[in-house]
Each structure stands twice: as structure tokens, then as C-alpha cells.
């Protein structure tokens, strides 16, 4: 079994920063995958951002050049650095693992940006 921790949403003025992490911990091998995703009210969950084990990285073509995605193996922990945050970025961000033979979700971390 998987537990996930997620940490680092919050309220921020547009402009404004923000670092969410996810330290995933239990009967971890190894992680293929760790990606976030985000909801926003009444719409689909989109992949935000997502890193495999081997350093590959994917963002959405609306974060580009504003979000960076990490992750220290070490650790079992993924990170999203969240820079020149927009209102549009109001979402509730979820941490995503691919264990291989399974694969966890987050329970969500709040993000809300003002205009």
C-alpha cells in the first residue's frame, strides 16, 4: 500500500508563486511515473506536468515556461515549482504515481489564485 502526502497549495495574487510537493512513502520499488494533474470546478482533470524515472518531462502546453516539475528519488517526493500564477490556474492539483503494477492518487491540494 501507497500513502501520499501532498503539501504547498494555499492562496496567491496573480503573479504570485507556489511549490506544492508530494512524498509518497509504504511498500514503494520503484516509481515510473510521478505527473500532477489538476481539476478545476466543471471541468475534466488535465495533466499538468509529469516526470518519469528516467528525467523524461511533459507540461501542458498552458504552463510551459511558468511551472517546473522535480523529483528527488532519494525521497519519493515530486515537486511542482509554480511561477506567474494566473487565475486560470485555480484548481485542486492532485499528485499521480505509477508504481508499475499500480498506481495512486493524491487526495488534492487546493490551489487559488486571485485576480
Known amino acids: 500500500q501507497v500513502q501520499q502526502m501532498e503539501s504547498g497549495g494555499g492562496l496567491v495574487q496573480a503573479g504570485g508563486s507556489l511549490r506544492l510537493s508530494c512524498a509518497a512513502s509504504?511498500?514503494?520499488?520503484?516509481?515510473?511515473?510521478m505527473g500532477w494533474y489538476r481539476q478545476a470546478p466543471g471541468k475534466q482533470r488535465e495533466l499538468v506536468a509529469a516526470?518519469?524515472?528516467?528525467?523524461?518531462?511533459n507540461y501542458a502546453d498552458s504552463v510551459k515556461g511558468r511551472f517546473t516539475i522535480s523529483r528527488d528519488n532519494a525521497k519519493n517526493t515530486v515537486y511542482l515549482q509554480m511561477n506567474s500564477l494566473k487565475p486560470e490556474d485555480t484548481a485542486v492539483y492532485y499528485c499521480?504515481?505509477?508504481?508499475?503494477?499500480?498506481?495512486?492518487w493524491g487526495q488534492g491540494t487546493q490551489v487559488t489564485v486571485s485576480s
Open positions: 499521480y504515481l505509477d508504481l508499475g503494477a499500480i498506481s495512486s
Open positions: 509504504g511498500s514503494i520499488f520503484s516509481i515510473k511515473f
Open positions: 516526470i518519469t524515472s528516467g528525467g523524461n518531462i
